[in-house]
């Protein structure tokens, strides 16, 4: 995970305590942020073709999917 995902939890009112130590420094609050991105990419790749019948669009719109998973993974550091 990334500093994007430190700052969205900062949003979300995880902050540091007065000696520094915040919340979302416990590994359980970064797999949970981790495994919400990872969802999302599944939901996207369950919308792609399974390859059957594939015809220009199709192709194309598998394209635009992988280029969002791509995306995504990249803007919060998912490998």
Known sequence: MNERIRELAEQAGYLPDSFGV???DMPEC???A???VRECLNEIE???SNGENADQWTITRD???H???SGLKQHFGVE
């Open 22 to 24: 915040g919340h979302w």
């Open 30 to 32: 970064k797999k949970f």
């Open 34 to 36: 981790e495994l919400i």
């Open 46 to 48: 369950s919308q792609r």
């Open 63 to 65: 394209l635009c999917y």
């Open 67 to 69: 280029n969002m998973m």
